[in-house]
């Protein structure tokens, strides 16, 4: 099975700051790797898909980036609003499995 | 609009069974994957199990094999997780989602139903 890391697994953080989180994957997933925003009592959130790809009506100041093995999440400018846990995904396999998730918490 | 809503949760002995439900709506059913993800109480979110579109093809994750079957009710689309063999270990808010037209991204979800597993 493929594994998934991700890290910082609690990351810091004011509003208007630009952060950046990364998910690694034990093997080569190409660029089929997902993000999503999870906060406590509610449905997980899509973000983006294709490793780059925009999710529809998912703010720009989201971003994507990385293949192969090696991926990054970029919010520009954050927001109260984006303060959650986010997790990555890697979709190479029927098999899909998430990383452990990177808690993006108010400093 | 798209719109997920499980039910079926509960409290279960270990050793028992239970069957969620995901109730779909606003797309065309038949016409997509689907999946179950959980979140056991204070831990990450595990994928659980994928269907596709017309339901031939299933996938678990090894922690369930054997125990969970998905399946899928085209006429009254409606996503089924059977649950059997419970142990603790399977307590969790479980998810049902739809899989992206790209690929096995999940591009829409439920609120999640919880279930409790304990004596």
């Known amino acids: 099975d493929i594994q998934m890391t991700q890290f910082p697994s609690t990351l810091s953080a004011s509003v208007g700051d630009r952060v950046n989180m990364t998910c690694r994957a034990s093997?080569?997933?190409?660029?089929?790797l997902a993000w999503y925003q999870h906060k406590p009592g509610k449905a997980p959130k899509f973000l983006i898909y294709a490793a780059s790809k925009l999710g529809g009506g998912v703010p720009s100041r989201f971003s994507g980036s990385g293949s192969g093995t090696e991926f990054t999440l970029t919010i520009d400018s954050l927001q109260s609003d984006d303060f959650a846990t986010y997790y990555c995904?890697?979709?190479?396999?029927?098999?899909?499995?998430f990383g452990q998730g990177t808690k993006l918490e108010i400093k | 609009e798209v719109q997920l809503v499980e039910s079926g949760g509960g409290l279960v002995q270990p050793g028992g069974s239970l069957r969620l439900s995901c109730a779909a709506s606003?797309?065309?059913?038949?016409?997509?994957?689907m999946t179950w993800v959980r979140q056991a109480p204070g831990k990450g979110l595990e994928w659980v199990a994928n269907?596709?579109?017309?339901?031939?093809?299933?996938y678990y994750v090894a922690s369930v094999k054997g125990r969970f079957t998905v399946s899928k009710d085209h006429a009254n689309n409606l996503l089924y997780l059977q649950m059997n063999s419970l142990r603790g270990e399977d307590t969790a808010v479980y998810f049902c989602a739809r899989g992206g037209p790209g690929g096995l991204y999940f591009d829409s979800w439920g609120q999640g139903v919880l279930l409790t597993v304990s004596s």
């Open positions: 995904q890697q979709y190479d396999s029927y098999m899909c499995t």
């Open positions: 269907i596709n579109q017309d339901g031939t093809q299933t």
């Open positions: 606003g797309f065309t059913f038949s016409g997509y994957w």
């Open positions: 093997q080569s997933v190409s660029t089929w």
